[in-house]
């Protein structure tokens, strides 16, 4: 397997703009979570979907980002409009069988708002 | 919000020796606390993981000791080797009441000097 799929790998924009984060789980994972990291605050979880469904939102910073899973095989993290602190890491990763179980991450999308 | 607590921030250990890590938590909604491991430009990946039924768990070079009245755990890295040097995180699964997911620790960058 090609493990957790995530693009861009970097996105440069400009304060105001949306950005789309793109993430494909592994395979035959029903859970899938996207995270933040940043030197400040460590790593965050933002949300988390469970076949598909948003399971816990509640890391989601404000209205600005918002999340969905079309498909079990694809989700999309969009912020809009982007900030300067909105820079950061952002990882998505899968699992098989839910938080209490191996969560595996895809390589990440550094974003940067100028 | 419920914190996990990771010490120390940064470690330096020469090659053969014990690189030791600790974390603290809360009160948890589920037992199960894994290591992460993260190399620079990389998504994190499990090292290890513990479920409390026991007091320690060894993998290798890795050890995880379990302290379960003291809500405290560790991880132990034998015989440390250069190639072990990367970021740690320790999780702890977040209280039930604010819901069941994990919250990582703020990380312990280790340096395994040849």
Known sequence: DAGVIQSPRHEVTEMGQEVTLRCKPISGH????????????GLELL????NNVPIDDSGMPEDRFSAKMPNASFSTLKIQPSEPRDSAVYFCASSARGVADTQYFGPGTRLTVL | QQQVKQSPQSLIVQKGGISIINCAYE????????????FPGKGPALLI????????????RFTISFNKSAKQFSLHIMDSQPGDSATY???APRIYNQGGKLIFGQGTELSVKP
């Open chain 1, 30 to 41: 029903d859970y899938l979570f996207w995270y933040r990291q940043t030197m400040m605050r």
């Open chain 1, 47 to 50: 949300i988390y979907f469970n």
């Open chain 2, 27 to 38: 009160n948890t909604a589920f037992d199960y606390f894994p290591w992460y491991q993260q």
């Open chain 2, 49 to 60: 993981a513990i479920r409390p039924d026991v007091s320690e768990k060894k993998e290798g």
């Open chain 2, 89 to 91: 995180f320790c999780a």
